[in-house]
């Protein structure tokens, strides 16, 4: 048998820079296992952001917790996803990307059977709820081992497409839950085997029916189907293979860090002012419900991101970013201009010009995920081909592996510090609103750190002669 093609589900050859072997059979076998990848990620993100959902229904179903106990209920998720994508991000080369997918995948039954049980029972310890909520963290995790999965099938023209692909198209699981869970909790969907419905007041003084169980219980079966179909239609590639000790070597190299910076304005910026937009809104514009509008961020930031990878493999992922950052200075501006002036008694602020700088806000956070992830792959790469260069087509063929390797380790430790945006954005707005009575200290904390990126990405990426053009 050709050592090219496939042994089972078990990929013995992959050379997806050869452009004969890509063109023959690498671009089907790896958009194969991209449409797979992307519905396993959507389903992780819903996992991961259902619990915000659940939390704010909790009092009316007779749960007495206070603000603060809700508060790190909805925080929890964000911490543990973000500290899980730090192991994440170096197990597919020790496991193999398609038992990982399988097995990340269906890891995500626990959170969502505990919480289905949890939550129709009033009289569940907040202990439990503490650990469900810690268990929808997996599905955060799952967003690194998904990424530096994928990165090993596509050659270097076509990561940014394929990772912006793979990564929007799977955060729409963030405002789709949003969509998902008024829906499903207003209906015993399940019969009897889903539990009884618990009785709620409305705001006209009568009661209602809701299953807030369903809204963990409906993501069970698709979670199956994928997982399915991951373990039958995915592939491990032998050549991805090596251990943590082998990966660690990106702990030595000043990019890893440098781009975990960048990714921290990004994505650190999309799940982070997801998190805390709603409360911002809220706390800001009294007498507003931004449920009715605030999923709108999410869905286009996610949306876009595929766009920010496309453009960067055509005009260079640094060029983008950098004005990307610009951009974002920019919005961040025109929000402060639309707060109401804590100084300045009876001003109300503008909650249409404030929506409109946050939407660009999350489109431009959403262009830069996809381009902060296009410039990994490409500065790695570069980096093992030009210390291998002149050393015989062997070396070369080795260091392209190691490339990819270490590419893919980068991409899923930065996806893990960047998740950190999750917490402490949110955090940050309580922390200026409890300390100056507005937001503005935290918003202008957002500038100075876009202006670092800014910087730093001129100087080490998109300036001539920089250290690494990509």
């Known amino acids: 048998m050709n050592d090219r093609e496939p042994s089972g589900r078990l990929l013995r050859v992959w050379t997806p820079e050869d452009r004969a072997f890509w063109e023959a059979q690498g671009r089907a076998i790896a958009n194969q296992n991209l449409w797979i990848s992307i519905p396993a990620l959507f389903l992780a993100f819903a996992v991961w952001m259902v619990w915000s959902a659940v939390v704010t229904k909790l009092p009316a179903v007779g749960f007495a917790y206070s603000t603060d106990q809700l508060f790190w209920l909805t925080a929890l998720p964000a911490l543990a996803g973000a500290t899980l994508r730090i192991f994440y991000s170096f197990i597919v080369p020790v496991v193999g990307g398609r038992r990982w997918t ?12 505990g919480i289905g049980v949890a939550v129709q029972n009033p009289q569940t310890p907040y202990a439990v709820m503490l650990l469900l909520a810690a268990l929808c963290g997996l599905g955060g995790g799952n967003f690194s081992s998904s990424m530096a999965n994928i990165s090993f099938f596509f050659p270097k023209e076509r990561k940014g497409s394929a990772l912006g692909l793979n990564a929007g198209l799977g955060n729409l699981g963030v405002s789709s839950v949003q969509f998902m869970v008024p829906l499903v909790i207003a209906a015993g969907i399940f019969g009897w085997f889903g539990g009884e419905p618990q009785t709620i007041a409305t705001a006209d003084g009568g009661t209602a029916h809701v299953w807030l169980q369903n809204a963990a219980f409906v993501w069970m079966v698709p979670i ?20 943590f000790a082998e990966q660690a070597v990106i702990f030595r190299n000043r990019h890893n860090w ?12 999309f799940i982070g002012f997801s998190a805390g937009f709603p409360l911002l809104i809220k706390s800001q514009f009294p007498g507003v419900d931004p449920l009715e509008f605030a999923w709108m961020g999410p869905f286009a930031g996610a949306l876009i991101r595929p766009v920010g990878g496309w453009l960067s493999d055509r005009v260079g992922g640094a ?3 950098l004005w990307n950052f610009v951009v974002m200075v920019l919005g961040v501006l025109l929000a402060l201009q639309f707060l109401p002036d804590p100084g300045a008694a009876g001003s ?14 999350f489109l431009t956070a959403g262009i830069g995920n996809g381009s902060t992830f296009r410039m ?20 070369e063929a080795n260091a392209v592996r190691e ?6 380790a ?14 402490f954005i949110p955090k940050s707005y309580g922390t200026s609103i409890a300390a100056t009575g507005s937001p503005h200290a935290a918003l202008w904390t957002f500038i100075v750190f876009y202006l670092s990126c800014i910087l730093i990405t001129w100087w080490f990426y998109a300036r001539r002669g920089a250290a690494r053009p990509c």
């Open 403 to 408: 490339g990819n390797r270490q590419a893919a």
């Open 258 to 269: 440098i781009m975990c910076w960048l990714y921290v304005g990004t994505f650190g910026s």
């Open 376 to 395: 990994i792959p490409v500065i790695f790469m570069d980096e093992c081909l030009d210390a291998a260069r002149g050393r015989g087509s062997e070396t």
């Open 224 to 243: 199956v189907v994928v997982s399915l179909l991951a373990f039958l239609m995915m592939h491990d590639i032998a050549d991805a293979r090596s251990s």
């Open 102 to 113: 399988v097995l990340s995948t269906l890891s995500l039954l626990l959170p969502c059977a």
């Open 410 to 423: 980068v991409l899923g430790f930065a996806g893990a510090i960047g998740a950190y945006g999750g917490f």
């Open 319 to 321: 060029r983008v970013t």
């Open 348 to 361: 109300s602020g503008s909650l249409t010009g404030f929506f409109l700088a946050f939407m660009l806000l």
